[in-house]
């Protein structure tokens, strides 16, 4: 079956209920995007990517990553120089347009996004930047609240043998984290691991 969505990945754990929403329920068949240069340090980038890939193989599907590295643009931005649009809207718009950018590159008629599926993102505005985004290139945006499916779906990467995450990604996010301790030695132990790997 040929893709005929380009749906925008932030990780393995939160594409999982949206996968099963759009491909069970819709009939449809997406094609992975990994875009996401917020995530920081590039380790946590490397991990959230290869688990999307675990995703992919288990269902059988392709991932198309690109590797754009842009903690500058996180930790120094400054709403003030970019119209009042706040850290995280500049995240949404950033991602949201290049998804769409790339969806009309491929010929993809739509697509969609996984941060549509967290109650801990701001819904409204991921749909308000998702509409515009496909507005600007000339295809549609799949508005769909998966976020009912939140934990069945965390449930299912546990099941999967994901790794889940307990920040959102950029650094300023891990610094506002209760987490960051347990983050930064499992970010160390698994680059550790990945390095022994290659020895």
């Given at each position: 079956m040929t893709e005929n969505i380009l749906l925008h990945a932030c990780c393995g754990p939160c594409a999982e209920y949206p996968l099963d929403v759009l491909i069970s329920e819709e009939g449809l068949r997406p094609l992975l995007f990994f875009y996401?240069?917020?995530?920081?340090?590039?380790?946590?980038?490397?991990?959230?990517?290869?688990?999307?890939?675990?995703?992919?193989?288990?269902?059988?599907?392709?991932?198309?990553?690109?590797?754009?590295?842009?903690?500058?643009?996180?930790?120094?931005?400054?709403?003030?120089?970019?119209?009042?649009?706040?850290?995280?809207?500049?995240?949404?718009?950033?991602?949201?347009?290049?998804?769409?950018?790339?969806?009309?590159?491929?010929?993809?008629?739509?697509?969609?996004?996984?941060?549509?599926?967290?109650?801990?993102?701001?819904?409204?505005?991921?749909v308000r930047q998702g509409l515009a985004a496909a507005q600007r290139h000339g295809v549609e945006f799949l508005v769909r609240d998966f976020r009912p499916g939140f934990r069945a779906g965390q449930n299912q990467a546990r099941e999967d043998g994901l790794y889940r995450q307990k920040y959102c990604g950029c650094r300023p996010s891990l610094e506002q984290s209760d987490f960051k301790e347990k983050i930064l030695k499992g970010q160390a132990a698994w680059q550790a691991e990945q390095e022994k790997g290659q020895d």
């Open positions: 996401n240069p917020n995530i920081h340090p590039q380790v946590e980038w490397q991990r959230r990517r290869d688990n999307l890939q675990k995703v992919a193989d288990l269902r059988g599907l392709n991932v198309v990553v690109e590797a754009d590295y842009a903690e500058n643009e996180w930790v120094h931005y400054d709403p003030a120089q970019n119209g009042g649009l706040s850290r995280c809207q500049m995240c949404y718009e950033t991602r949201l347009d290049r998804t769409a950018a790339k969806a009309r590159e491929l010929g993809l008629p739509a697509f969609t996004t996984t941060l549509l599926v967290s109650p801990y993102q701001d819904y409204d505005e991921l």
